[in-house]
T-cell receptor, first 114, second 111 residues
Framework: SQTIHQWPATLVQPVGSPLSLECTVE??????LYWYRQAAGRGLQLLFY??????ISSEVPQNLSASRPQDRQFILSSKKLLLSDSGFYLC?????????????FGPGTRLTVL | QKEVEQDPGPLSVPEGAIVSLNCTYS??????FMWYRQYSRKGPELLMY????GNKEDGRFTAQVDKSSKYISLFIRDSQPSDSATYLC???????????FGQGTRLTINP
């Protein structure tokens, strides 16, 4: 069966510090991968998605970036965090472009920027 | 106007009640409809997945899609305190790589 991991689970960082969040998927190949942010009491905001290694689509202009160095690894980064970057970061995957697959989410990383 | 509208609630009902959660949408090309349940401080988990119009039942949960009205519903029968969570609707059209989510409805079932 497929599983999705995210780490760290919780992170507290000062403004201006760098960020690296990691997501890995097990039990599948060539997944589509997604990064979302969920602010407190708000819906899901799609930040980036990737359909393959090195292929990144950005949905929202901001100081975050994403990379996909391996098939089942997706990384969210920032060089300098802002207060507004605080939130719950979720990684998700689908099994590709069959047109009938839905998204499955990881456990999330709660980021607090102070 | 948002593509998907969902009343954020909060919604509070007594245990055993029938709960109705709803979303409306504007894009008639949407064909795949999902409901996710998200417990506090957890990732969303897929609850129901339906294609096109009609009903789908899974235990105490029924998902209903009315494409003519651009309206989807999730019904929870015999609601339990463990059903207390935020419920997110999501949808996409054929071949789309991305889902469009509603804002989520926060539901509390009171014992």
């Amino acid at each position: 069966s497929q599983t999705i991991h995210q780490w760290p689970a919780t992170l507290v960082q000062p403004v201006g510090s760098p960020l690296s969040l990691e997501c890995t998927v097990e039990g599948t190949s060539n997944p589509n991968l997604y990064w979302y942010r969920q602010a407190a009491g708000r819906g899901l905001q799609l930040l980036f998605y990737s359909v393959g290694i090195g292929q990144i689509s950005s949905e929202v202009p901001q100081n975050l970036s994403a990379s996909r160095p391996q098939d089942r690894q997706f990384i969210l980064s920032s060089k300098k965090l802002l207060l507004s970057d605080s939130g719950f970061y979720l990684c998700a995957w689908t099994s590709g472009t069959s047109g009938t697959d839905t998204q499955y989410f990881g456990p999330g990383t709660r980021l607090t920027v102070l | 106007q948002k593509e998907v509208e969902q009343d954020p609630g909060p919604l509070s009902v007594p245990e055993g009640a029938i709960v109705s959660l709803n979303c409306t949408y504007s894009n008639s090309a949407f064909q795949y409809f999902m409901w996710y349940r998200q417990y506090s401080r957890k990732g969303p988990e897929l609850l129901m997945y339906t294609y096109s119009s009609g009903n789908k039942e899974d235990g105490r949960f029924t998902a209903q899609v009315d494409k003519s009205s651009k309206y989807i519903s999730l019904f929870i029968r015999d609601s339990q305190p463990s059903d207390s969570a935020t419920y997110l609707c999501a949808m996409r059209h054929q071949g789309a790589q991305k889902l469009v989510f509603g804002q989520g409805t926060r539901l509390t079932i009171n014992p």
